[in-house]
Each structure stands twice: as structure tokens, then as C-alpha cells.
């Protein structure tokens, strides 16, 4: 499975931005996805996860009410959602493909892994 995700850029603080992770070359509607994101100097965290049929997400707590994570198997597509939008959300967003079909809050449950893509927010 290829990742590419997109949607990264500049935004204010209170404002919003929606991430896009398009699939390729595997079976997209069978896998759990991810996303998480690296703020410099700090380690990659989980953001978000979705089951394979969009039915069951799991967020972590630092952004629960905020983003929303969904996919469109149709398109091959999961999505971040990021609203009310912090400084601490500047960090550099990666979407993952699970090795299962249902929702995993850690990296160690992806086997692959796009690209990422950056967000900067101001304050």
C-alpha cells in the first residue's frame, strides 16, 4: 500500500484545515487507518484511528472534539478533520495503514506509512 497525504499548511489559531491520505496499490478498504503527528523535538504521537469500515474511531485525548478522522473506501481516501485548531498542533502529520481491519492508537499496529505532511499553526 502507497500513502500520500496532503492537506498540510498554514493556519491561525481557532482556525481549520482537512488532511487527506489517498491509497494506492492494496486492498485500502480492508485496513484500519491512522494518523499521527511529530512536533520538532518530540516523538511521533498518535492523533486519530479509523476500522475499516468507518464505523468505529478512537482519538487520542489531546484532540478529541476537535478533529474528526473518517474515509471513503470508494476513493481509497481517510481524512483528518481539524478543527479549533492550537500552536500545539504544529507538527508534521502522517497517515498509517494498520496491519488489521479495526482501530490501533499505536504506531506499532501500521506497516506502512505516508509521506506526512506539515501544519503550522499561529497563534
Known amino acids: 500500500v502507497q500513502l500520500q497525504a496532503s492537506g498540510g499548511g498554514l493556519a491561525q489559531a481557532g482556525g481549520s484545515l482537512r488532511l487527506s491520505c489517498a491509497a494506492s496499490g492494496g486492498t485500502f478498504s480492508s485496513k484500519g487507518m491512522g494518523w499521527f503527528r511529530q512536533a520538532p523535538g518530540k516523538e511521533r504521537a498518535f492523533v486519530a484511528t479509523i476500522n475499516w469500515s468507518g464505523s468505529m474511531t478512537y482519538y487520542a485525548d489531546s484532540v478529541k472534539g476537535r478533529f474528526t478522522i473518517s474515509r471513503d473506501n470508494a476513493k481509497n481516501t481517510v481524512y483528518l478533520q481539524m478543527n479549533s485548531l492550537k500552536p500545539d498542533d504544529t507538527a508534521v502529520y502522517y497517515c498509517?495503514?494498520?496491519?488489521?481491519?479495526?482501530?490501533?492508537?499505536?504506531?506499532?499496529?501500521?506497516?506502512?506509512w505516508g509521506q506526512g505532511t506539515l501544519v503550522t499553526v499561529s497563534s
Open positions: 498509517a495503514a494498520a496491519y488489521t481491519s479495526t482501530t490501533y492508537p499505536a504506531s506499532s499496529g501500521y506497516d506502512y
